[in-house]
């Protein structure tokens, strides 16, 4: 079987159900730069991109920036960039079973050995767009020389980018970029230009240069809402294959619903033309609803959810929807503990309706969304999709919630490492380790080595440097976090999970 290339396209065409570039999509300029190659960028932004070029909209090619080590780009190039987006799930009540050979991806740079190149597309007059998603441990301020081949951070990269930008078209007005962060940041966006404004005053750039960054350029809020598994298990991948006739290392799969919001004005929404072809495609100039429900309820509860489930052995998110306890669970969650407690002003039947949506997006059969891959940066992820939610629930309520203690002993529990190698913490489940992708890992396997789960949570949940709060001052949850804790740790995760009095979904 041929692997999927501009070489090999032309014999395809005659395959059903299957969306094939023009071969005029290899010649278009390329209009983006995008740091990452992960699965949501290549099933969200890139999606659009590619819808907008079919279309004659857009008419324009993404550079890919391989900001880190890890991954290996080398099937970027064996097959020309492209990818097969497999769109799988229930639109306005109908099923959609859609297979679409993406062609946006013009090539893929390494940060690390070809940094030269990089800094080279700074001088192409057709590029105005930014596009990151670098997870959310990448738009932080490190101490950066931008000089460095490449630098070290994502916003240190970026401000090196518009340096040579800024050069190459002698400080004009007019070759700004509009720059839109995808990464699950509140006010992603603003946070990004204030910290490539302070590493533009560390590292001494002129006032000229600092005020064209300021002047010339649009920082944007952004949200992203669209679950992207991947790559799917290898007998459905093969599967695939067969039918569409071509092997794809590629391959990614993704739920039907899509959303992009965009804070920005009419200038946003003319160089991203690309909106005009998908309503999921939001450019607005407040999109904090938007970003409220998303991260609170869908992204808020994956968190919540994502240990718990791992540890009470399901693999999945839609085998975990298959249960009666856990979805029970998932469902109470959201609806009776997360969605009132949103820290925003949202209509309680906006909320509700939200929340029954996504958990049918929870149910669809056709993705393997994996609770593993949800854990990854687990603290990260607590402290800002939920510790706003949870202290807005006693303030709302003024009770302890049930739900989010389980939820949170659970988290507590995935991160018990059992051993360190290679400066690798991995945690034990049924005999079989696991890694534990998180920034905290050696923070929490020291904790667990020389306190008693008592004495953890309560060293834990007082630690401000993880909450910026003290969460023991919460009435009634460290007590309930410990019970929990307690439970799991002497009758198991899933024992303990059936246990929770039942609610009606």
Not at 286 to 301: A, P, Q, S, V
Not at 417 to 432: F, P, S
């Amino acid at each position: 079987m041929n692997k999927l290339s501009r070489n090999t396209i032309a014999a395809l065409s005659a395959v059903a159900d299957l969306q094939l570039p023009s071969e005029s999509t290899f010649s278009l300029p390329e209009k983006v730069l995008q740091f990452g190659t992960g699965v949501l960028l290549r099933g969200l932004p890139d999606y659009f991109i590619d819808k907008a070029n079919r279309q004659g909209i857009f008419n324009g090619r993404i550079v890919v920036v391989k900001s880190t080590d890890a991954g290996d780009s080398s099937a970027f190039d064996t097959q020309d960039g492209l990818y097969t987006l497999c769109e799988r799930g229930i639109f306005e009540g109908e099923e959609v079973v859609s297979n679409t050979v993406n062609s946006s991806i013009s090539r893929v740079l390494s940060a690390k050995s070809q940094w030269d190149a990089i800094l080279e597309c700074a001088k192409n007059p057709e590029m105005t767009i930014i596009i990151s998603n670098t997870t959310e441990v990448g738009i932080q301020l490190v101490q950066d020389d931008i000089h460095s081949n490449p630098p070290v951070s994502y916003p240190g990269k970026l401000l090196a980018f518009l340096n040579a930008r800024y050069e190459a078209f002698n400080g004009s007005k007019d070759h700004g970029m509009v720059i839109v962060p995808t990464e699950l940041i509140v006010g992603n966006g603003k946070k990004l230009e204030g910290i490539v404004l302070e590493l533009a005053h560390l590292n001494g750039m002129s006032s000229e240069f600092i005020d064209w960054l300021e002047s010339s350029n649009v920082f944007c809020n952004s949200l992203v809402d669209r679950i992207v598994p991947g790559k799917p298990d290898a007998t459905t991948k093969a599967a695939i294959e067969a039918q569409l006739g071509y092997q794809d290392d590629l391959l990614t799969m993704s739920e039907v619903y899509r959303l992009w919001a965009i804070e920005g004005d009419e200038k946003v929404k003319e160089t991203l033309s690309f909106q005009l072809v998908d309503d999921g495609v939001i450019i607005e100039p407040d999109i904090d609803l938007y970003r409220e429900l998303k991260l609170r309820l869908l992204n808020g509860t994956h968190t919540l959810s994502c240990g718990l489930a791992f540890l009470a052995g399901f693999v999945t998110v839609k085998e975990a929807m298959g249960d009666e306890s856990m979805s029970s669970f998932i469902s109470n969650l959201m609806l009776a503990e997360l969605a009132p407690a949103i820290p925003y002003k949202v209509q309680e039947i906006v909320a509700e309706r939200f929340g029954r949506q996504v958990l049918d997006r929870f149910r669809n059969q056709s993705l393997d969304h994996q609770w593993l891959s949800i854990t990854v940066q687990f603290s990260s992820k607590m402290k800002m999709r939920n510790i706003p939610t949870l202290l807005n629930y006693y303030q709302t309520l003024a009770c302890t919630p049930q739900y989010i203690s389980v939820g949170f002993a659970a988290y507590l529990l995935f991160l018990k490492a059992v051993k360190e190698e290679g400066g690798k913490y991995y945690g034990e489940l049924n005999g079989e380790s696991y890694v534990i992708q998180d920034d905290k890992a050696a923070y929490f396997f020291e904790k667990w080595k020389t306190l008693s789960s008592d004495e953890l949570v309560d060293v834990v949940l007082a630690d401000k440097t993880l909450w910026e709060t003290d969460l023991t001052q919460l009435a009634g949850f460290a007590e309930a976090v410990k019970v929990q804790l307690q439970l799991m740790l002497a009758n198991g995760v899933y024992h303990t999970l059936k246990a929770l009095i039942p609610v009606t979904a």
